[in-house]
C-alpha cells in the first residue's frame, strides 16, 4: 500500500500562469477529495468524487477552479490565471465507501504547495 | 452549517507531562467527530473518531478523546507526551450517514519542551 500520492509537492509560478496538481488515491479507493490549508487555518473542503462523478463542487473557490477523475483512479486539480491569494497548500484525500455506511476515515496525502509571485 | 471550534492556537507542554485539547463543535445533531494531527512535511493523520456509543474513545500513539453531548465538546487527551507529539492537531466534524466531507477546526499547534 504506497498511500495516497500527490505531485508536484511544490509549484512556484507567476501570477496568471495555470498549474495542475495531481493525486493518486489508495487503490481500492472509490472516493477522492481535495481540500485547501491557508497557513494557520485547518483544511477547507474544496470537492469530492465517487468514482468518476464529480459529487459536489459547490465549494471550489471560483471558476478558475477544476477538478477531473476521469477514469475514476488518479484526479487533477487545475488553477487557471493564478492568483496570489491561491498560495496554499492544496490537499488530497481519499476514502473507501461501501453501503450505507459512513466509513468516516480519510486518508491524506502530503500535499502540493502553490506558490504563486 | 457544523462548525468547529479549537480555542488554543497554541500549547506548550513539558515532556512526560499530561495534555488536554479542546475542541466543541456547532451542529443540530450529534456528528460524527474526529482528531487528526500534521507533522511538519507529513500528510493529516487520524488519531481517533467517534460515531457513537462509548463516549470515551481510544486511539493510536497512546492518546484518547470524551464525547460531551451537553457541552458540545470533543477533547483530546494524553497522559504523558513525548517529545515526537510535537505537531498540529486538527478536529474535525463530519454529518453522519452522509458523505466523508469534513469540517475542520483552525488547529493548535503543540510544542513539547524537555
Known amino acids: 500500500d504506497t498511500g495516497v500520492s500527490q505531485n508536484p509537492r511544490h509549484k512556484i509560478t507567476k501570477r496568471g500562469q495555470n498549474v495542475t496538481f495531481r493525486c493518486d488515491p489508495i487503490?481500492?479507493?472509490?472516493?477522492l477529495y481535495w481540500y485547501r490549508q491557508t497557513l494557520g487555518q485547518g483544511p477547507e473542503f474544496l470537492t469530492y468524487?465517487?468514482?468518476?462523478?464529480?459529487?459536489?463542487k459547490s465549494r471550489l473557490l471560483s471558476d478558475r477552479f477544476s477538478a477531473e477523475r476521469p477514469k475514476g483512479s488518479f484526479s487533477t486539480l487545475e488553477i487557471q490565471r493564478t492568483e496570489q491569494g491561491d498560495s496554499a497548500m492544496y490537499l488530497c484525500?481519499?476514502?473507501?465507501?461501501?453501503?450505507?455506511?459512513?466509513?468516516?476515515?480519510?486518508?491524506f496525502g502530503e500535499g502540493s504547495r502553490l506558490t504563486v509571485l | 452549517a457544523q462548525s468547529v471550534t479549537q480555542p488554543d492556537i497554541h500549547i506548550t507542554v513539558s515532556e512526560g507531562a499530561s495534555l488536554e485539547l479542546r475542541c466543541n463543535y456547532s451542529?443540530?445533531?450529534?456528528?460524527?467527530l474526529f482528531w487528526y494531527v500534521q507533522s511538519p512535511g507529513q500528510g493529516l493523520q487520524l488519531l481517533l473518531k467517534?460515531?457513537?456509543?462509548?463516549?470515551l474513545v481510544q486511539g493510536i500513539k497512546g492518546f484518547e478523546a470524551e464525547f460531551k453531548r451537553s457541552q458540545s465538546s470533543f477533547n483530546l487527551r494524553k497522559p504523558s507526551v513525548h517529545w515526537s507529539d510535537a505537531a498540529e492537531y486538527f478536529c474535525a466534524v463530519g454529518l453522519p450517514y452522509g458523505n466523508e466531507k469534513l469540517t475542520f477546526g483552525t488547529g493548535t499547534r503543540l510544542t513539547i519542551i524537555p
Open positions: 484525500a481519499s476514502s473507501l465507501r461501501g453501503g450505507t455506511a459512513n466509513t468516516g476515515e480519510l486518508f
Open positions: 451542529y443540530g445533531a450529534t456528528p460524527y
Open positions: 467517534y460515531f457513537s456509543g462509548d463516549t
Open positions: 487503490s481500492e479507493h472509490n472516493r
Open positions: 468524487f465517487q468514482n468518476e462523478a464529480q459529487l459536489e
